[in-house]
């Protein structure tokens, strides 16, 4: 198995802090799986010689109920001749229904685009706030009142108006403050997307073509567990065999 060439990848994977309530996978072996660990993290070997062997390290064994899971996958082919390794080859259920999938690098792109046209959205809505209120404290206004006073011989009423001045400096401080947050808020999103983008390499899962004798490994990142899940299992099928790992899932403070 490749497990050192990997050990610099789980690293940059991290580990997410706990905040409020948290999930957390707890790996259950089964018969004839090998449990090690990994810098911390375990490590778990299926090997059903002679045709492939199948590997997890479990890359974010705690991470926040929002956030997704990250698993790294070593499959090793046996054969004498090459065979492919892609999404097909895996299968992920929660609770026994298959409700989770594997997020590709494509997936997780398509995640950078969401989060920057969603900050784009964002300051359009501003912008046309920020229209609006500089707009009102540049017009004049005019309101009525009206008073009444009592004597002892009745009461009378007075109507009137008053009105306030256009205020074409607040006007000016709105829109200056306005433009301000507007590009905050960009680039909060450009920054978010390439923080997103960043991540694709190391969590996006990348099929391959395993040589004879050889393995290969990609991340394994699951899109979000759903509430109340209770265990997770990953069946990996390689060259007619399938490999399970099954993990039990709660969720802690």
């Not at 940059?12 to 259950?28: E, F, R, V």
């Not at 404290?137 to 001045?165: E, K, L, V, W």
């Not at 999103?189 to 997103?196: N, V």
Request: charged fraction near 20%; charge should be positive; proline fraction near 6%.
């Amino acid at each position: 198995m490749r497990a050192l060439l990997l050990a610099g990848f789980v690293l940059t994977l991290g580990t997410s802090p706990a905040i409020a309530k948290d999930w957390k996978l707890t790996l259950i072996p089964a018969d004839g799986q090998e449990v090690t660990f990994e810098d911390g993290r375990p490590f778990v070997r299926s090997d059903k010689a002679p045709r492939s062997g199948v590997a997890l390290i479990v890359a974010t064994e705690r991470f926040a109920e929002k956030q997704t899971p990250t698993l790294v996958v070593i499959a090793k082919n046996y054969l004498d001749q090459p065979v492919n390794f892609t999404l097909a080859n895996v299968t992920v259920s929660v609770d026994a229904e298959p409700n989770v999938a594997v997020l590709t690098v494509d997936d997780i792109q398509a995640q950078a685009r969401t989060a920057e046209k969603k900050a784009r959205q964002a300051a359009m809505w501003q912008a046309i706030a920020v229209g609006l209120q500089a707009g009102a404290a540049n017009m004049q206004q005019t309101s009525t009142y009206q008073s009444r006073t009592f004597t002892p011989y009745g009461s009378t009423s007075t109507f009137g108006t008053i009105t306030t001045p256009a205020n074409p400096y607040a006007s000016s401080a709105i829109v200056a403050n306005g433009q301000n947050q507007i590009a905050a808020t960009l680039e909060n999103g450009r920054r978010q997307a390439d923080a997103i983008l960043a991540s694709a390499d190391d969590r996006g899962f990348r099929p391959a073509t395993i040589a004879p004798q050889g393995s290969e490994a990609s991340p394994l990142t699951l899109t979000r567990l759903p509430k109340k899940a209770t265990t997770l299992k990953i069946d990996v099928a390689l060259n007619g065999e399938t490999h399970s790992f099954t993990f039990g899932l709660s969720q802690v403070k």
